[in-house]
């Protein structure tokens, strides 16, 4: 089965613009080149005629992988994406700090002891996070309340269900506790950062556009506002999910 190769609208006029100009014009240059070259006569050690062909071959490649990814291409429905929850084709901002600089560092970026918590419990279980809580480097830095607020907070969101947490050991009061986090100020924090989530083809990281199969895209993907992940040692919070209306309607 082939593999599908998920791509906005975007990045499929693009993929048709870039074969479209190695086909009209790319390759008909290399053809001249390589029928000079041959005019030459010997083309043994004709450098001109070998560095044509080479050239050509790797045009050749290319036009085939774009022929590949559009004729196997799912373009999302970009009128679908709305600004609730992380997917293709929208743009997330995120507060991101390395855990391994110390608790200071980290709260310096616009991020809580919950949210460091939160962070840590994405790839653990409660009770494997209360086991190595002093094992853990930056959380020899938080106390004993900071982690209950923590967890609590961060477990009775949606994901679980209120019977789940009353299993897992949490009370009633802890529970009835929870409160939604407020909107953050982007004002006031540092570090905020810019993420498009994209297909693996459009994908540039130097412009801030990721791919949903990356470590980061893929962690980010389904997440909502005030969600925290974890990737590695970094630590990311959703802090706005934006989507594009002007290219949305193009």
Do not use: W
Not at 28 to 46: H, T, Y
Not at 133 to 139: A, V
């Amino acid at each position: 089965m082939p593999k599908e190769y998920i791509m906005t609208a975007q990045g499929m006029r693009e993929l048709e613009e870039r074969l479209e100009y190695i086909k009209l014009v790319k390759m008909p240059a290399v053809v001249e080149e390589i029928a000079k070259a041959r005019a030459q006569g010997d083309l043994s050690e004709n450098a001109e005629y070998t560095i044509a062909r080479e050239e050509q071959a790797q045009l050749q490649n290319e036009m085939d992988t774009i022929m590949e990814k559009l004729a196997n291409a799912k373009v999302i429905d970009e009128k679908s994406i709305n600004d609730d929850i992380v997917s293709i084709g929208c743009s997330v901002e995120v507060i991101e700090a390395d855990v391994e600089e110390g608790l200071a560092a980290v709260e310096k970026c616009g991020l809580t002891h919950t949210d460091i918590i939160a962070g840590f419990l994405t790839r653990m279980s409660v009770n494997d996070m209360r086991a190595s809580r002093y094992r853990s480097g930056i959380l020899e830095e938080l106390t004993a309340e900071d982690f209950k607020t923590a967890g609590c907070e961060l477990l009775t969101s949606k994901r679980y269900k209120r019977e789940e947490l009353l299993d897992k050991g949490f009370t009633e009061a802890e529970l009835s506790e929870k409160i939604k986090p407020a909107k953050v100020d982007k004002s006031k924090c540092s570090g905020i950062k810019a993420y498009t989530i994209v297909g693996s083809h459009e994908a540039n990281a130097l412009a801030g556009r990721i791919s949903n199969e990356s470590r980061v895209g893929s962690a980010l993907l389904g997440k909502t506002e005030n969600d925290v992940v974890m990737v590695g040692d970094l630590i990311f919070k959703i802090v706005d999910i934006v989507v594009d209306k002007k290219a949305v309607k193009k």
